[in-house]
């Protein structure tokens, strides 16, 4: 079951008297502490339909997001994606648990579309992602845990996932540096790496190829290379479409 926390900050003013100072206690609001067995897990929509339909994520038949479209992980969102720019994760009991990603019937709080229903395990003590890629009857989740200790002053943790279906792998760049290479469908690698001096673009391209090649995607932003950050960076999309929601792109979500 999902646990939601809630605190309530107020300005108040407090006049205690006749009471033991041990006994002093002022409570801004209720709240549940997470257990430190508890699995926190973000969800990584990033299945890209033409019409890019609005859409809700449910856990056990509850829903626990707010309307979003593709590319966007939550909740906490990152960059080059939909939603906020935070590192938050959903926490949950571990054990078994139903995703689900459904189009909400117009008008209504209902749900209407069923875009996908699958199990997945929530390891305790874990933080993870589930990311849902491709569409259709091939709609599938890719489940991975997240390593969100802090790396050293001046350094950057990256993992990238490899999440576009009809390319079958792909290299990662910055600038014109491999940072990881023959990364396969659905497949991870992890690397750390010194602040850059300068800021350049990220870019994803068919493995093997040159690095003068164009690239299937590429991002540019400072905010990609904060001091002790933990990111994943996802490429996404389909290679030869050219429509917005459909495109290639590669993103990046805040782990820490």
């Known amino acids: 079951m ?6 309530l900050v107020a300005s108040v003013v407090v006049l205690l008297t006749g009471i033991r100072c041990s006994k002093n206690e002022i ?21 890209a339909y033409a019409s890019n339909p609005t859409v809700y994520l449910a856990i056990d038949g509850e829903r626990v997001s707010n309307p979003l479209t593709s590319r966007t992980p939550y909740p906490g969102g990152g960059l080059n994606t939909g939603g906020g720019s935070t590192a938050d994760y959903l926490t949950f009991a571990p054990g078994k648990h139903i995703l689900s990603v459904v189009i909400p019937k117009k008008g209504t709080g209902d749900d209407s579309i069923p875009l996908l229903s699958a199990e997945i ?3 305790g003590a874990k933080s993870q992602t589930a990311h849902i890629t491709d569409t259709a009857a091939k709609t599938q989740v890719v489940t991975s845990i997240d390593d969100r200790t802090k790396p050293d002053t001046n ?21 014109t540096t491999v940072m990881a290479t023959n990364v396969g469908y659905k497949e991870e690698t992890v690397f750390t790496t010194k602040i850059p001096p300068t800021s350049l673009a990220w870019a994803v391209r068919p493995a ?6 164009t690239a ?13 950050r933990v990111y994943t960076i ?3 999309g389909y290679s030869g479409l050219t429509d917005a929601a459909r495109k290639p792109y590669l993103s990046f979500l805040l782990n820490w």
Request: proline share 4%; hydrophobic share 40%.
């Open 208 to 213: 093997g190829a040159l690095p003068t090649s």
């Open 27 to 47: 409570k801004y609001g209720n709240f549940d502490v997470i257990a430190g067995d508890q699995g926190l897990l973000k969800i990584n929509f990033v299945s």
């Open 2 to 7: 999902k646990k939601t926390t809630i605190i």
């Open 234 to 236: 996802f490429a996404l």
């Open 216 to 228: 299937l995607a590429t991002y540019t932003s400072l905010s990609t290379i904060t001091n002790r």
């Open 155 to 175: 350094s950057i943790r990256y993992k990238f996932i490899h999440l576009m279906p009809n390319v079958p792998a792909v290299d990662l760049y910055y600038g």
């Open 121 to 123: 395990n929530i390891e």
